[in-house]
């Protein structure tokens, strides 16, 4: 089997319920880019990359399409079912961009499930649970707006929701945090999730302040050295999630003892491939993950489906998808659904999900 054509295709996905706030950026349409490996015996395999944005992190839809067109002549004519050589070749042909990858990555696992005939999930070590716990993301609002969302996600069954922070007075952050934890309800874990915005003196004020709240911190500060600074200095878990960039930065957070947790993005780690690596590395050092991505629709909501009922149930803090501010789904009858806090694997063969061609519209690109 070879590579015979990649088609590169461009989608707006509008914020539903929008503006989404955060501590370092608003977005109100995210970008997303959709590959499409197509092989010599006429099978199709689905990658996506959607970064949050342009300001979030390095990562941005012009930079993704623009990687793709540089790897995509040495892919044609590649082995899809060759992982580690397409890896390989992609590796040759440009330097970083493992967001790009990804997207590769993904699609070549789309079609080896097919191939094979079995789900992602299956070759990948095989699932521990059908239905994935997932977890509700609240943007950043006033204390009792933030108060009133958190009770209405208790309400729809999630266990563990996400508190955004930042970007405003440590005063508002602080009473957010407070009515959230008043509002929440017993057995659903809660996380400040400051998106980097915090510097190391204001995270140490707000754990204080907090410290009767039971709560993880996620990212409270830019870099890596900051949150490692705040070791023994702070009352709360922290769990990485910028700073999680790929397996080099995870392994260095373990040695370190930097962090309590992963929150991970599937196309921020380089795909599937990578995080099979780092659910493997967390597993043995028994550090719980979450299997995320930063936006995209149903390809990038199955890859991180498929990973995380893989991970031992006891280590998943869950999977953060999209869907709830998403307007239409790609593949109408597969297209991964949240129901009372889980959301069920698909059931095809390979990620499960096919986009509907007309919703796709014309490649911007295509090779081979």
């Known amino acids: ?63 993704a399409r623009a990687a793709l067109q540089e790897m995509a002549p ?3 004519g590649q082995n899809p079912l060759y992982l580690e050589q397409i890896r390989a070749a992609m590796d040759s042909s440009l330097t970083g961009s493992a967001y790009a990858k990804a997207a590769v ?14 789900r992602v999930c299956e070759l990948l070590g095989g699932p521990f649970q059908e239905e994935i716990p997932s977890y509700a993301s609240i943007a950043v609002l006033p204390p009792d707006q933030a108060a009133d969302a958190v009770r209405e996600q208790c309400r729809r069954g999630f266990k563990r929701v ?30 400040v999730d400051a998106n980097r915005g915090w510097n190391r003196r204001e995270a140490r004020l707000v754990s204080q302040q907090c410290r009767d709240v039971a709560c993880a911190f996620e990212q409270p500060c830019s870099s ?9 200095k702070i009352e709360h878990p922290v769990l990485l999630d910028e700073s999680a960039e790929d397996t080099a930065c995870i392994l260095r957070a373990i040695a370190d003892g930097a962090a309590d947790g992963f929150s991970l993005k599937c196309t921020r780690v380089g795909g599937l491939s990578a ?18 991505d930063s936006w995209g629709g149903d390809v990038a ?17 869950g999977v953060w998808i999209a869907e709830p501010f998403i307007r239409e789904h790609y593949d109408s009858e597969n297209g991964p659904r949240i129901q009372e806090g889980r959301i069920r694997l698909p059931h095809g063969p390979g990620l499960g999900v096919v986009p ?10 295509s090779y081979g």
Not at 162 to 187: F, M, N, T
Not at 224 to 232: A, H, K, P
Not at 278 to 291: F, G, Y
Request: glycine share 8%.
């Open 356 to 365: 509907n061609r007309s919703m796709l519209g014309h490649p911007l690109l």
């Open 224 to 232: 890596y050295e900051e949150i490692l600074s705040l070791r023994g």
């Open 74 to 76: 040495r892919l044609v």
């Open 1 to 63: 089997m070879r590579i015979q054509a990649l088609h590169i295709y461009q989608r707006d996905l509008p914020v539903v319920g929008g503006p989404f706030r955060m501590a370092s950026a608003t977005v109100e349409c995210l970008d997303t880019t959709i590959l499409e490996v197509v092989t010599d015996q006429g099978m199709a395999g689905y990658g996506e990359t959607c970064p949050l944005g342009p300001i979030y992190q390095p990562q941005h839809a012009l930079g």
């Open 301 to 317: 909501a199955a890859a991180c489906l498929h990973i995380a009922a893989t991970v031992e149930p006891r280590l998943l803090d």
């Open 162 to 191: 996400q508190l955004k922070v930042g970007g405003r007075s440590l005063d508002q952050d602080i009473e957010a945090i407070k009515k959230a934890a008043e509002a929440i309800e017993p057995g659903v874990g809660l996380v």
């Open 105 to 118: 990555d993904m699609a070549c696992w789309d079609i080896l499930g097919k191939a094979s005939r079995a």
């Open 275 to 292: 995080m099979r690596t780092i659910r493997d590395v967390c597993r043995t050092v028994r550090l719980p993950i979450t299997c995320d």
